[in-house]
């Protein structure tokens, strides 16, 4: 069980998604960009199990030669097409499709199913529940949701809609808490199933 986070980290789009992510296994944080090979395969296609090269010519406004000259070489250190690819290949990823290909597929069934597992969220930040002298100080928190909260999170974080995410998030620690929904000011999140 990973421990409650206590530096907050940059928050962008997504940040629900990659909590949840993490704590299920998904690398969503790489070390080393994909390969060429397959940033085309996904923002593009495949034909013939590789990448569609014209496609990917239009797509990134080169010659297909140019297209097949990266695939075998990789991409050029410097020229005003290779930052291209990889800024889109950033943008697909917080997309819908890109964010499910993130979850391995059978994590994404076991928690899309008809019976899925409940998820503890760890967090940090602040927390105002009725009259405790406590509120308003950042502190660290837990909370688990059932499985259908925790689906209803992670559908919202798939889909890419982030303010949904965390408002079903919200909606589960009110349960959580016991009572209405408290006032969070998350800075950090992360989960354990």
Request: hydrophobic letters at 35%; aromatic letters at 6%.
């Amino acid at each position: 069980m990973s421990q409650p986070p206590t530096t907050p980290p940059a928050r962008g789009a997504g940040w629900v998604f990659r909590a949840i992510a993490d704590g299920i296994g998904a690398p969503t944080r790489r070390r080393h960009e994909p390969t060429v090979n397959k940033m085309m395969r996904q923002l593009y296609g495949t034909h013939k199990r590789r990448p569609d090269v014209k496609a990917a010519a239009e797509g990134l406004g080169v010659s297909a030669a140019t297209v097949r000259r990266w695939l075998k070489h990789g991409l050029p250190q410097r020229g005003p097409n290779t930052n291209t690819l990889k800024d889109q290949h950033r943008a697909w990823l917080n997309t819908s499709a890109g964010r499910t290909s993130q979850i391995p597929v059978k994590t994404r069934q076991l928690l899309m199913g008809d019976d899925p597992p409940g998820m503890t969220f760890n967090f940090y930040g602040k927390i105002a529940i009725s009259s405790d002298p406590r509120n308003n100080t950042p502190r660290n928190s837990t909370f688990t949701l059932s499985g259908e909260q925790a689906q209803s999170v992670l559908l919202a974080a798939l889909s890419g809609d982030d303010a949904a995410a965390q408002a079903a998030l919200e909606r589960g620690a009110a349960d959580g808490f016991g009572g209405p929904p408290p006032d969070l000011e998350i800075t950090s999140l992360s989960t354990d199933w």
